[in-house]
């Protein structure tokens, strides 16, 4: 009999944990969400087989009633507020360190510029573009368009 009702109460609540992880951090209908649903359904039968109609009434009562107060909780409270992305990055391309190049000055592309990539002008690394032209790695380029943090550069030919 203890057996029994131990049996019951683990399968209903893995089963509700489950159903709440589905509903909060995993999006869609997954399998998490399935089998948190079956274990609840088989704890339920389980309670109806082993311990009684009037016992199995009290344990689908109550689940179901764990089960909204779960849910509502995990919705209406801030439970899940330390998981939730809060910051946004507000920063752009070459904006943390302020570059200090002139239309003309030659470096070199480090990757490929197809057309947007990264090219070495003064020791320092630059996000770059063409003019829409593909660049590959080690190319000579120089800087023909400087326009607020955006430089554009051509093969040097």
Same mark, same amino acid.
Request: net charge positive; hydrophobic share 30%.
């Given at each position: 009999m203890l057996l029994d009702w131990l049996t019951v109460v683990l399968l209903i609540g893995i089963g509700l944990v489950l159903i709440v992880v589905e509903l909060i951090f995993v999006p869609g209908v997954t399998i998490v969400g399935i089998l948190g649903f079956i274990l609840v359904a088989v704890g339920i039968w389980i309670s109806y087989a082993a311990l009684g109609t009037e016992t199995g009434h009290l344990v689908l009562a109550g689940s179901v009633l764990a089960g909204g107060i779960a849910l509502f909780? +995990?919705?209406? %409270?801030?439970?899940? +507020?330390?998981?939730? @992305?809060?910051? %946004? *990055?507000? %920063?752009?391309? *070459?904006?943390?360190?302020?570059? @200090? @190049?002139e239309v003309g000055e030659e470096g070199i592309t480090v990757s490929a510029l197809r057309p947007q990539g990264t090219a070495i002008f003064k020791e320092r690394r630059h996000e770059v573009q063409t003019t829409g032209t593909f660049l590959p790695p080690n190319t000579p380029v120089r800087i023909i368009k400087i326009v607020a943090n955006k430089i554009t550069v051509e093969a040097i030919t």
């Open positions: 909780y +995990s919705f209406r %409270s801030e439970a899940w +507020s330390r998981f939730a @992305l809060k910051d %946004s *990055n507000k %920063s752009r391309v *070459n904006e943390e360190t302020p570059h @200090l @190049l």
